[in-house]
Structure formats: structure tokens, C-alpha cells
């Protein structure tokens, strides 16, 4: 079984954030914190999205891109927001505090396929990046090449299965937005 989406809720006050709560509670894990810093201490490899307000917790966005980056996260972050100055967050998404919330789950549901394509793409280039160092290594006479063809087997099927796992349509749409 799949391990359930997590959704790190930032500084959502509380009508917005019970809202938010509840009608994303269908697509993952929801985890509320109030201030950054326990977000910060919250935000690791298995969340995949990260929404914050950044009029309830000022700094939060800029804060939790730069973990993001500095760890190479693959979370995709969204802002709740509604004037034309919300673009300046450089954020996978602008989501206004009136969005219904049908519409809410479905750009969080977005949100989360951006992050797994993002996981996926950088597992494959991972591989790929080993599977050219077998190449390098087959040429060193004090290899195991039975380890060495055992590992280029097992790092040739996991290449496969993520190649199958992505769809062209879905990573041309989350590509495009």
C-alpha cells in the first residue's frame, strides 16, 4: 500500500484552516501548525504539499522554500492569496481563500502529482547517473561484476517501473502549468 499523501497546513488561521482541513482530508494526511518554525521542524522528504498564509505568518513562504531547497524537497508549495502581489511568492500555486472546495481538493490533488513527478524524475536521474558509473567501473580489473551486473539489473527494472509510471498526458499537463 502507498504511504497516504501528507499536507503541511503554515499559519492558516483557524475559519480558513478548519476549512481547508476538511475538505483536503479526503486527499492525505493534513498537519496543522500555527507558526514557522514548527513548520520548518515538520517539513521532511514525505510531505507533498505545503500550504501556507502568509498574511497569518509573515515569512513563512520565503522560509519554507528555502528549506526546500536547501534539502532538495521535491514539495510542491501553494499560497493562499488574492491580490495581484501574490505572484511575487514564485510558488507552484496561488490558491484564493474564496476557492470552493471541491476546486480546493482538486488543485491540491494537482499540487501532489507535481511532487510525485518531481520525486519520480529525480529517482530516474539518480539511476541513470549510477547506471553510468557501471560503465565507468566495468573497466576496473578489482570489481565484482556479478555484484556489480546484479546491481545494473535491479537499478535496470526500478528504471522501467518508473518509466511506466509516468503518463505522457499527466506529465504534459503538470509540465505546462
Known amino acids: 500500500m502507498p504511504a497516504q499523501n501528507q499536507i503541511l497546513l503554515v499559519g492558516i488561521g ?9 475538505a483536503v482530508s479526503s486527499t492525505g494526511i493534513v498537519i496543522p501548525t500555527r507558526e514557522t518554525t514548527s513548520a520548518l521542524e515538520r517539513l521532511r522528504r514525505d510531505i507533498d504539499v505545503v500550504l501556507v498564509d502568509p498574511a497569518t505568518v509573515g515569512g513563512a513562504v520565503a522560509a519554507v522554500k528555502s ?5 532538495d524537497l521535491k514539495c ?5 492569496g488574492s491580490s495581484s502581489n501574490d505572484h511575487e511568492y514564485d510558488v507552484d500555486a496561488i490558491l484564493p481563500r474564496s476557492l470552493p472546495d471541491e476546486e480546493l481538493c482538486e488543485r ?12 519520480r524524475l529525480a529517482e530516474y536521474y539518480a539511476i541513470t547517473v549510477t547506471l553510468e558509473g557501471h560503465q565507468v567501473n566495468r573497466n576496473q580489473a578489482n570489481i565484482d561484476r556479478a555484484a556489480l551486473a546484479a ?7 526500478r528504471l522501467d517501473e518508473l518509466s511506466d509510471s509516468f503518463e505522457v498526458d ?6 505546462l502549468e
Open 14 to 22: 483557524s475559519p480558513l484552516q478548519n476549512r481547508v482541513a476538511d
Open 151 to 157: 546491481q545494473r539489473r535491479r537499478l535496470d527494472r
Open 170 to 175: 499527466e506529465l504534459m499537463r503538470i509540465a
Open 108 to 119: 491540491v490533488e494537482r499540487l501532489i502529482l507535481r511532487a510525485r513527478y518531481r520525486r
Open 76 to 80: 510542491s508549495v501553494g499560497v493562499f
Open 67 to 71: 528549506k526546500r531547497d536547501r534539502h
